[in-house]
């Protein structure tokens, strides 16, 4: 029973700040209400993987690779599919997967050298 309610907590709490995060990141980019949509829900879905997966990714950095770039590649096709953009969902993962690589290596280089 507490296993779940660490993972709800951890998914609610993923999708708010998450959706928060995406705002405040993607909508600026072109101001309309599909766009603000497609922001909050690309960053909620990606938090909330990432929540969910954390306790499995932090176990070695190629699961740390694994978990988020798969989930870069999963915001970012969420936000094509809201937003409708005119470029191909092919480009659209693969800038997803490029933003989440960098936030990967800003991750990685922020850790204390041990």
């Known amino acids: ?5 660490q993972v709800a907590c951890r998914f609610i709490i993923g999708a708010l700040v998450g959706a928060l995060v995406g705002v ?6 072109e101001y309309s209400l599909r766009r603000l949509i497609a922001a909050a829900a690309c960053g909620a879905a990606f938090f909330t993987i990432l929540g969910i997966a954390s ?11 694994v978990a ?14 809201i937003a409708k953009p005119k470029v191909p969902l092919s480009i659209s993962i693969a800038l997803g997967i ?15 050298k041990s």
Do not use: H
């Open 1 to 5: 029973m507490e296993l779940k309610k």
């Open 55 to 65: 306790s499995w990714a932090t176990r070695n950095l190629l699961n740390t690779c």
């Open 24 to 29: 405040l990141e993607i909508w600026f980019y």
């Open 68 to 81: 988020i770039l798969t989930d870069g590649a999963i915001a970012a096709a969420i936000w094509w599919l």
């Open 98 to 112: 490029g933003v989440a690589f960098l936030f990967l290596v800003g991750e990685q280089m922020s850790k204390p």
